[in-house]
């Protein structure tokens, strides 16, 4: 997705030219940092919030790509007895230089965000080859998301291949970069959203297949509209091949939903949106996934796909399932203005994307870091609830909270042995000031 036109004027087009410049060396920037090597990492005076709950004094020392060792400072003057203290013995162990240390009192430490479910940011897509990717994961790894699965947006089968082997290409590169999401085509056409209907299909199994063997593993999720002709067998296929299947984009009701998850779905895509509501009559699919312990259940938490009041009641129904997910596209953290979705005219005002051929929504401009702040500080949400919502249950989701071939470190939390991923927050606004992936400071 590109963007047409927004700003008026020369020195508007200058100024845009100019951001754009500068988020192109930061893309670069990070690739660098990325494929460079990690050096240990010692911060001590946190406030640390995560899953598992809230600490004060909290300091955590890393080598190459997780945390080795972590504690609570023994006395506000060294240790106990004014000795050595374990964050001192830690950081000769892995070898951290004095002046490598960072007193980070005052701020709020955090995993990683974790987001299972985006399209791009910073005017490209993941759908745009190596260099949208690139362009679209910075703009996500500068507001906290450390880690991230790609979504590609329905396309002909022979794009959607291409497109999936090229996540396949830069994952050997990119710690960043989980694997992809399917978003299509075997949605309903009655919930397409904002995909291109000419492209929707029904999952016969030779055309799973197909998509299979161009993604060569970094398959990680598909949506599919379990009341398709093949809903419920591709279901089964995927699961078997190791993808987890999510019930989205469905005309299904309560009872077709709940036959898509003893196939084997095991996350709702974008609860509330492109499916039926709920209904006291026609419970819908919602229930379906709030009652089945197996499921994990994306959100987008922006109060503009779901309303404030609808958030506040859905955040209840499934608790330490609900996972905080995205769906940006490329005008994530762009000016408002005239995009383009594939071939389809798309309009932001007010950081709100909509089709212009039906006003149907076209994504969202979300971020992790505004979707934790918006939990937090406007409904009012637990902090270590809200974190959980975007670093360990997306991590679940998909497995990655334990070891595994991608990230080789469990993902979500901030405790030894996990991954060296974490967020450094402002205490009263939750933004993101610093960044580490990998062991890797990119911000
Ligand atoms: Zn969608
Ligand atoms: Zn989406």
Redesign the pocket.
């Known amino acids: 997705m590109s963007r047409v036109s927004g700003v008026s004027g020369v020195t508007g087009v200058e100024e845009e030219r100019g951001v754009e410049q500068e988020r192109g060396l930061i893309a670069a920037r990070i690739r660098e940092v990325l494929a460079g090597p990690a050096r240990p990492v010692a911060l001590r005076g946190a406030r640390k919030v995560d899953a598992s709950g809230v600490t004060e004094g909290f300091w955590l020392v890393t080598s190459g790509e997780r945390i080795e060792a972590c504690g609570v400072a023994d006395g506000a003057h060294g240790g106990v007895d004014g000795g050595v203290t374990a964050f001192d013995m830690a950081c000769i162990e892995y070898g951290v230089a004095p002046s490598d240390i960072l007193d980070v009192s005052g701020f709020i430490l955090v995993p990683g965000y974790v987001d299972i ?1 985006a ?1 791009g940011a910073w005017g490209a897509a993941f759908d745009d080859g190596v260099d949208g990717i690139e362009m679209a994961r910075a703009g996500h790894m500068m507001h906290g998301t450390t880690r991230q699965v790609l ?1 590609l ?1 329905t396309n002909p089968v022979d794009t959607l291949c291409e497109n999936l082997a090229t996540v396949r290409g830069l994952m050997g590169s990119r710690s960043d970069i989980l694997g992809s999401h399917l ?1 299509g085509p075997f949605l309903a056409l009655a919930r397409k959203g904002a995909h291109d209907p000419e492209c929707l299909k029904d999952p016969e199994p030779e055309l799973v297949e197909q998509l299979l063997e161009a993604a060569n593993g970094s398959l990680k999720q598909i949506t599919i509209a379990p009341e398709l002709p093949h809903g419920l067998s591709a279901i089964r296929q995927f699961a078997a091949a190791g993808v987890v299947p999510a019930v989205g984009h469905c005309d299904a009701d309560y009872a077709m939903a709940g036959r898509g998850f003893d196939a084997g779905a095991r996350i709702m895509t ?1 609860m509330f949106n492109a499916m039926n509501g709920l209904h006291h009559r026609k419970p819908g699919p919602i229930p379906a996934a709030a009652e089945d312990p197996r499921v994990i259940i994306e959100l987008i938490n922006d109060g503009f796909h779901v309303d404030n009041a609808m958030l506040k009641l859905g955040l209840g129904f499934a608790p330490h399932r609900i996972a905080f997910v995205t ?1 940006a596209m490329s005008a994530t953290d762009c000016p408002d203005g005239h995009y383009l979705l594939g071939a389809l005219d798309v309009n932001v005002e007010d950081g709100h994307a909509r089709l212009v051929s039906n006003g149907a929504i076209a ?1 969202s401009t979300l971020t992790l870091e505004k979707a934790v702040q918006r939990a937090v500080v406007e409904l009012g949400m637990a902090p270590t609830d809200a974190v959980e919502a975007a670093t360990l249950t997306p991590a679940r989701a998909l497995g990655f909270e334990k070891a595994n071939a991608v990230t080789e470190y469990p993902l979500g939390l901030l405790a030894s042995g996990y991954a060296a991923d974490f967020n450094l927050l402002d205490a009263d606004t939750w933004a993101v000031r610093s960044v580490w992936c990998a062991g890797r400071r990119v911000k």
């Open positions: 479910h399209h979504s947006i978003e974008h769906d994504g």
